[in-house]
């Protein structure tokens, strides 16, 4: 049923982070937002699981209104989405395995064993197998941002939001996470949202684009769509060159 | 006139700012015991955290109380002479020990041990989005966080009370009969002469409603930590602050209640 974001607004006391922005997420697919920083993409994210409620306009996922949930139906929802923090967040008290089977335990029936199996899986595909006795300061930064990453598609959800899954990794980390998010959604056809400022990364696992800019959509539209877009804001941002966002402002 | 009114507004102000807090306070208070029901989720770590706010402060507590005993013993002592009798000493140690000073001072070491070390853990997960995680994770972040910590606090700070309120007395006498030359005889018979059942319910009562707040202050904190290592550094200060001053109240409270 995937991700409809419809007029959303958010301030912060008088600062106005979203401005009524609007996108989709289609079933099965991932979308990519772009947009400077502090331009609210994170903002936009939490208020998909619920971590802040909208001060207007709303978040509609698998068919169901996030802010008008209640705690339990939430809590149910948050069983379906996979969520990839921007420093991986991981819980510093405990070890990777631990960390990857914290939502395993909450969220599935499985028993100890399929879940030490289903942990390694995961280890496995972030190519951290071994790992699993290691606490998270015994992580390198890459390292640690694929472990968020296993710790995110652990129950198999159906929907995955990436906040900067690739900032400050080198290109080798990069281009497997990349790998990762497409399998993901090729295979499990997970619908995606990732937000981030590589563009390298973005053409590779976007389907569609979506650009966050003043709090509103400045552009939706495919990969092809956005690199033929003459909207000075659009091309200098993808481009890299700040004098045409300039100049539109 | 702005400057005569200046110390008004700041007055004014801080009383707002007090009463905010107390309602927030109180909410997160009212938010953790709906979330106990929870038990799923926060029964795994009561025994963990029971050890972290009880077993591991025991050291600290048994040190404070045994010195306590100590000087109690010869300050009485240095009192009465001549004017009371000596086996006062243990009338004077065994109720200020269980009355007073076995709780409070017990509360207010576990405030700078266990209310700071609560603080900062809390507030280092919410700034590094630990907190957010456990949401997405599907746990409640009260019935994982805050209601293992606090039912600790109530279950363990009266253990350790009880633990420092006897050795608190048993120092005093072995100061006496060493350092005063009283008799243990002597020492024993002041010790039981005003002893009341009562006075051990009263540092029950007391030590358990310092855990409560002791805890429930110190995650508090934690949970509305802003920033990053600053505040995280500020939170843990005013955890301590706030709990210590919190328990000098509460003392008052219950010399006035239950006295």
Not at chain 1, 130 to 153: D, F, H, M, N, V
Not at chain 2, 135 to 151: F, K
Request: glycine share 10%; proline share 4%; hydrophobic share 50%.
């Amino acid at each position: 049923m995937g991700i409809v974001i419809r007029d959303l607004h958010k301030s912060f006391g008088p600062k106005v982070v979203l401005d009524g922005f609007s996108v989709e997420a289609r079933d099965g697919e991932t979308l990519v937002i772009l947009g400077g920083s502090g331009s609210g993409k994170s903002v936009t994210l939490k208020h998909v699981v619920g971590l802040l409620t909208p001060d207007s306009g709303e978040v509609e996922v698998d068919g169901q209104i996030v802010s008008t949930l209640a705690r339990e139906e939430l809590f149910e929802l948050r069983r379906k989405v996979g969520y990839v923090f921007q420093f991986a967040a991981l819980f510093d008290s405990m070890t990777l395995a631990e960390n990857v089977a914290m939502g395993l335990r909450r969220k599935s029936d499985m028993d100890r064993e399929a879940i030490a199996e289903r942990v390694e899986e995961c280890l496995r595909l972030v190519d951290l197998d071994g790992y699993g006795e290691r606490t998270p300061s015994e992580l390198s930064g890459g390292q640690r941002k694929r472990a968020g990453i296993a710790r995110a598609i652990a129950t198999k959800p159906q929907y995955l939001l990436y906040d900067e899954p690739t900032t400050g990794l080198d290109p080798v980390t990069r281009a497997m996470i990349d790998q990762l998010i497409l399998r993901m959604s090729d295979e499990l056809g997970v619908t995606g949202i990732v937000i981030t400022h590589d563009m390298d990364s973005a053409f590779r696992v976007a389907d569609r684009f979506a650009m966050l800019h003043n709090g509103r959509c400045r552009f939706e539209g495919t990969p092809d769509e956005i690199r033929a877009c003459e909207d000075p804001v659009v091309r200098g941002f993808i481009e890299g060159r700040p004098e045409l966002m300039e100049k539109e402002s | 006139m702005q400057l005569l009114l200046k110390p008004f507004a700041l007055l004014g102000r801080g009383g707002m700012t007090l009463a905010a807090g107390v309602g927030q306070w109180g909410r997160l208070t009212a938010e953790t015991v709906q979330a106990a029901r929870h038990v799923d989720v926060w029964l795994r770590l009561l025994i963990p955290q029971m050890a972290r706010v009880g077993v591991d402060s025991v050291p600290i507590a048994l040190f404070i109380a045994l010195f306590t005993g100590i000087v109690l013993a010869l300050q009485a002592s240095y009192t009465f002479t001549g004017a009371i009798p000596l086996y006062f000493v243990g009338v004077l140690v065994g109720k200020t020990m269980m009355l007073e000073l076995g709780p409070v001072l017990t509360g207010l070491a576990l405030s700078g041990r266990v209310g700071a070390n609560i603080a900062a853990e809390i507030g280092t997960m919410r700034v590094t989005e630990q907190i957010d995680a456990l949401e997405t994770l599907a746990y409640p972040p009260i019935a994982y966080l805050v209601v293992p910590r606090v039912l600790a606090g109530i279950i363990m700070v009266p253990v350790v009370t009880a633990l420092a309120i006897g050795v608190g007395i048993v120092a005093g006498w072995i100061t006496a009969i060493q350092l005063l030359d009283m008799s243990s005889a002597d020492f024993v018979n002041g010790l039981t002469l005003f002893f009341l059942p009562f006075d051990v319910t009263f540092a029950m009562i007391k030590a358990t409603s310092f855990g409560f707040i002791i805890t429930s202050i110190g995650c508090f904190f934690g949970f509305n930590t802003q920033g990053g290592a600053e505040g995280v550094g500020h939170s843990t200060t005013r955890a301590v602050v706030v709990s210590s001053m919190a328990i000098l109240v509460l003392d008052a409270f219950w010399a006035l209640v239950l006295l």
